[in-house]
Structure formats: C-alpha cells, structure tokens
C-alpha cells in the first residue's frame, strides 16, 4: 500500500525562525500518529548512506532552523545569496521504520510574485508499507490530514493516492489508484469512494477514482 497526503497554500513570507513552531507541530503530530513516523533522518545519496544517518530531534529548534537556511533557495553565480522568496524546504525520512518507507517534506516561507499563487508553499507525507508492514489505517491518514490543515493553515488541497499494488520507486497507475481531493474549507468530512466514480460528497471537499 502506498499513501501520498499533499496539502497547499499560497504567499506566505516568514523566516526561517517564525516557521520553526509549525515544524516541531508538523513532525510531532506524526509521531503521535504511528511509532514509524517517529524517528527522522536526512536523505543520502544512496540508500546505504540514507540508512546510516544519524536521526535528526525534530523538536530542537536549532536543528529546524539548520535545516529550513540550508534549504534555502540561492542564486547561481558566486557569491551565491540566499533567495528569501522561493522559501524553504526541509525534506527527511524515516529510514524504512517498521517495514514502511516514509518521507516527509515541507515548502514553506515562499512568497514569490511568478510562483502559484495557490500552492507555491507545500506539504507532502509519502508512505509506503514494504512486505510484512501494518497497513495504516483510513481514521489515521484523516487524523494527519487535519491536523496538517490545522499547524501548516493551508489554503488548498488534499490529495491521497492508495494504490495497494503499487511497489517502492513504481509511480501509480490510473487502474489501481485512487485520490481524493479536498479544498480545507469549513464543514470537511470523511468521504467514501467508490473507483471509477466521483462527485461532492461535502461542502469543500471533491472524490475522485
């Protein structure tokens, strides 16, 4: 089973430092939600070095706001100057946790005229459960989506793809995927689909198949 959560919003300009309380909610709210999103880690360039990173303590200030200034956007030709309106990023896993492969990683601080005005700042939850794992639970993907509405104040967006023949690495595919799509507006519900069908379920929200 592979599960994407993607939430969006629009300009928002905030530094490094006024975006680190909204992280240290974002990753604890994931570790209240299962024990295998508790622990998190830097990307490596190969998957032997990703595994042998050393876990980041996402409730650290310090470490957030080291991670938000190194992705920081920065111009080309040296000396190379940190770009304030393309925002931050800060991209971790969890190092196959549990047998589940998860990556999580937040666009935020960007306030860019020539950028979407709806999501040039984003959030993104990949779950992806390897042989042997528990699946999560449909209660807990809608637990997370709210509480990322709630910390990151999103503006636009939900999309959730499952698709349970999907493999590490694979993209879905139309026959076996299904999404849905929320605008976090007042009134969300929990919706249920069927595949190959969609309509309004709830004020602000939209299912697909």
């Not at 080291?66 to 000396?79: F, M, R, V, Y």
């Not at 971790?92 to 005005?117: D, F, K, M």
């Not at 939850?125 to 709210?146: I, R, Y």
Request: glycine content about 10%; overall charge positive.
């Amino acid at each position: 089973m592979a599960v994407n959560i993607n939430v969006y919003w629009g300009p928002r300009k905030r530094t490094a430092k006024d975006s680190i309380p909204q992280l240290q909610a974002h990753f604890r709210a994931l570790a209240i939600a299962d024990e295998r999103l508790a622990s998190w880690a830097p990307l490596g360039r190969s998957l032997k070095k990703a595994m042998a990173s050393e876990p980041i303590d996402t409730s650290a200030a310090s470490n957030l706001q080291h991670l938000l200034e190194k992705g920081q956007n920065k111009t080309d030709i040296a000396p190379r100057q940190p770009i304030p309106e393309l925002g931050y990023r800060v991209s971790l896993w969890n190092q196959r946790r549990g047998n589940v492969e998860a990556s999580t990683s937040i666009h935020c601080g960007a306030y860019s005229e020539y950028l979407s005005r709806d999501s040039q700042n984003n959030a993104c939850l990949e779950l992806n459960c390897m042989a042997g794992a528990e699946p999560f639970g449909a209660e807990v993907l809608l637990a997370l989506f709210h509480r990322f509405v709630e910390i990151l104040e999103t503006r636009l967006g939900f999309d959730l793809a499952r698709c349970p023949g999907r493999t590490s690495g694979q993209q879905p595919r139309a026959s076996n995927a299904r999404s849905i799509c929320v605008l976090p507006t007042a009134g969300l519900g929990i919706a249920r689909t069927n595949r190959g069908k969609g309509g309004w379920c709830s004020p602000g929200a939209y299912v697909g198949g």
